[in-house]
């Protein structure tokens, strides 16, 4: 009987070192999964948005494009770095993950490198084309945005990060619609 009882007491002792030494790692919630690919979108919207006045360098624009490009530059700079020092204060938000599958992925990037052929002097669109072809690429970065920040905003429960987004949302959707104004203004017929 005392054998067993040892034995029995021996098997629990290495059993619980062995639960101890590689503790299941759980998986986040969906809610939390929902989250972070949304902030890491926001995150990639604005990297991508941020680049827009390097297309200004290349081509001669009207002084209202290159206004309005100024302050869609600022307000993406200025958010990348917020949600970038957001990602640092709370450890769970990932940057990286943003949920899309790699055919995604890959469709983006193909889309990004015909847009940028677009706005290369001589062989790239004439200047109203240009124009036109920047403000509704940027547009439907900042109406992504204002999607995003909206359905981050009925999950999100951190007050912050609820005023960060909010406000994101509200400056997304000005400017978005300073691009809708000067589109329809200058570049589409009535």
Not at 115 to 135: A, D, T, Y
Request: glycine fraction near 2%; include cysteine.
């Amino acid at each position: 009987m005392k054998f067993l009882i040892n034995k029995f007491l021996l098997i629990l002792f290495f059993y619980s070192l062995s639960c101890s030494a590689s503790p299941e790692k759980s998986k986040p919630s969906k809610k939390l999964n929902y989250k972070i690919s949304g902030y890491a979108q926001i995150n990639s919207m604005f990297s991508a948005l941020s680049w827009a006045n390097k297309a200004l360098i290349l081509k001669f624009e009207t002084e209202e494009v290159d206004e309005l490009i100024t302050q869609l530059n600022k307000f993406s700079k200025d958010n990348l770095s917020n949600i970038q020092k957001i990602a640092k204060a709370h450890k769970w938000m990932d940057l990286n993950k943003t949920g899309l599958p790699q055919i995604q992925k890959d469709i983006l990037a193909e889309k990004q490198k015909e847009r940028i052929k677009n706005f290369l002097p001589l062989i790239g669109k004439s200047q109203i084309k240009f124009e036109r072809e920047l403000l509704t690429s940027t547009k439907a970065g900042l109406n992504n945005i204002a999607y995003l920040t909206e359905a981050l905003l009925k999950v999100e429960t951190n007050s912050k990060l609820k005023a960060y987004l909010s406000q994101t949302n509200k400056e997304s959707k000005k400017l978005y619609s300073k691009h809708v104004k000067l589109l329809q203004k200058n570049y589409y017929k009535n």
